[in-house]
């Protein structure tokens, strides 16, 4: 008579959670070498069961036994269709053990296999490939990019080229053309030294230099030679007209034309662009941004995709409230329904501020209940409550009964808590 794996890995479980992991791993370690003959034939339950050992192994705390079970497994099963859900999950569990030895090489080599093989046997976006494909991401060595270097001939960031350039001469530049030399007038020679006469520049004050040689003129002719009294000739003579202030030599060097004054190359090199005032215009006040709050974290069932169809066995993934991760009184039961009956089957595990992935089993094999619909519940129970509904399901599986009656449903919460429809595959 075959031995009853699954209803042997329910009992396991059922140790588990009433808190004797060793009695659990006993059992199904005493299982494994009852079936090892079906071994060679990669019985599927057997495979399982195998899992199920390993896990709890890692759980103890030997990742080393893990390690030798998987193995074993998962060389069975490879003999088998290379994308089965059961294949994908065992490389995946011992990829997940390799890693936590630090044995690189063969981490990599099964999740490369879970990444191959997990689209088609799992689906695209199942969270197995998801977390191979993240592991090869990281392993992946980086590629140094080196920037070339620059050629020798680059131009400076100035822009003045530095050789060999057409750059523009000294030469070219012009001086500022030469000042000419203040020359005096030559002195008239009949005219007698006046502190009131000046020399003019003949360029620049031609016109005043026209009234002055007229003044010049009418002063001749009142002094004539043999005048006995030159003081008062003079006296009465008129005194030329005088402009209102006369130019000094400085102003009319500046009223000359002047040379542009060119910049040389390394000043306009040089020379930074001047800076625009600061501007006195006031900035607007700036938008107060509004964080929006972060949406309430409700226990739920997250994964696989609603009305989606999923393999034998399949791993769901939830999100639970933070009022459920600290409760010491209530527990969150996982249940499966098909034909109008609820299977109590376990309760969320917490870890952190989270739950791990279950793993669920639709049917007690694999072509049981193909292309049905099945429904996923959970339910918060009190702890009183879901170990009655233990020790009912352990009495009923004990005595064949647990398929006909199921948990019964006045037990549950009118309201689920979540729910959630697969198609078994």
Not at 340 to 368: F, H, Q, V, W
Request: hydrophobic share 45%; charged share 15%.
């Amino acid at each position: 008579m075959p031995l009853a794996f699954d209803h042997l890995r329910q009992q396991a479980r059922a140790l588990v959670e009433a808190g004797n992991p060793s009695a659990a791993r006993a059992l199904l370690e005493d299982a494994v070498g009852q079936g090892r003959a079906g071994l060679a034939e990669g019985d599927p339950e057997l495979l399982e069961t195998m899992r199920q050992l390993a896990g709890l192994h890692s759980a103890a705390g030997d990742p080393a036994g893990a390690r030798r079970v998987l193995e074993e497994a998962a060389a069975a099963a490879r003999g088998g269709a290379g994308a089965d859900p059961l294949v994908v999950m065992l490389a995946f569990d011992l990829a997940v053990v390799a890693e936590e030895l630090a044995n690189r090489h063969v981490a990599r080599r099964n999740f490369a296999e879970v990444a191959d093989l997990g689209p088609a046997a799992l689906g695209e976006d199942h969270w197995v490939v998801a977390r191979a494909r993240d592991y090869l991401d990281a392993a992946a060595p980086a590629v140094s990019v080196s920037a070339s270097p620059a050629p020798a001939s680059a131009q400076p960031a100035s822009g003045v080229p530095t050789s060999g350039a057409p750059g523009v001469s000294p030469a070219s530049f012009s001086a500022p053309a030469p000042v000419p030399p203040l020359s005096s007038a030559p002195p008239l020679a009949s005219a007698p030294p006046s502190s009131a006469r000046r020399n003019w520049l003949p360029a620049a004050l031609g016109g005043v230099a026209g009234g002055i040689i007229v003044a010049v003129v009418v002063a001749v002719l009142l002094v004539r030679p043999g005048d006995d009294q030159p003081e008062s000739t003079a006296a009465t003579r008129p005194a030329p007209s005088q402009p209102a202030a006369a130019p000094t030599a400085s102003a009319a060097i500046s009223a000359l034309p002047q040379a542009p004054v060119v910049p040389s190359a390394a000043a306009s090199a040089t020379t930074a662009p001047p800076t625009p005032p600061p501007s006195t215009a006031t900035a607007p006040p700036a938008a107060t941004r509004t964080t929006p709050p972060a949406a309430a974290v409700r226990t739920r069932i997250v994964g696989p995709a609603a009305n989606s169809r999923v393999p034998y066995p399949f791993d769901a993934r939830f999100t639970v409230s933070p009022a459920d991760v600290k409760s010491t009184n209530t527990v969150v039961a996982l249940l499966i329904c098909v034909a109008g009956r609820c299977y109590l089957d376990g309760k969320l595990d917490i870890i952190g501020n989270g739950a791990a992935p279950y793993t669920i089993y639709l049917g007690s094999t694999r072509p049981e209940g193909a292309g049905v619909t099945w429904r996923l519940r959970l339910d918060r129970l009190p702890k009183a409550t879901y170990n009655d509904l233990i020790d009912r399901r352990d009495a009923a599986i004990a005595d064949g009964t647990w398929g006909d009656k199921g948990t019964p449903m006045s037990a549950l919460n009118a309201t689920p808590v979540s729910t959630l429809a697969v198609v078994k595959g």
